[in-house]
């Protein structure tokens, strides 16, 4: 299995955020997950980001979509 590993810097232009953005997330929690890599190395798994995108992405519902209200 293969995974193409992010830096900090190219998940947050990834994601369209800022690295600082990023950075706070970690030490809040980590909503985004991420790899450590030895003790201080950090990187994002792409294929990972592209799923937390797609989970967190707001659709309309049915009757938006169908034209409103019935």
């Known amino acids: 299995m293969s995974k193409f590993l992010l830096t900090t ?3 947050a232009r990834f994601l369209n955020v ?3 953005f990023l950075e706070r997330d970690r030490w809040a929690g980590a909503r985004i997950p991420f790899i450590k ?3 201080r190395a950090v990187r ?3 294929s990972v980001l592209e799923a937390y995108i797609e989970a967190r992405t707001q659709r309309p519902s049915g009757d938006a979509v169908a034209g409103g209200r019935p």
Request: aromatic residues 8%; glycine residues 8%; charged residues 25%.
């Open 9 to 11: 810097k190219e998940a």
């Open 18 to 20: 800022s690295t600082a």
């Open 37 to 39: 890599v030895g003790s």
């Open 44 to 46: 994002y798994d792409q």
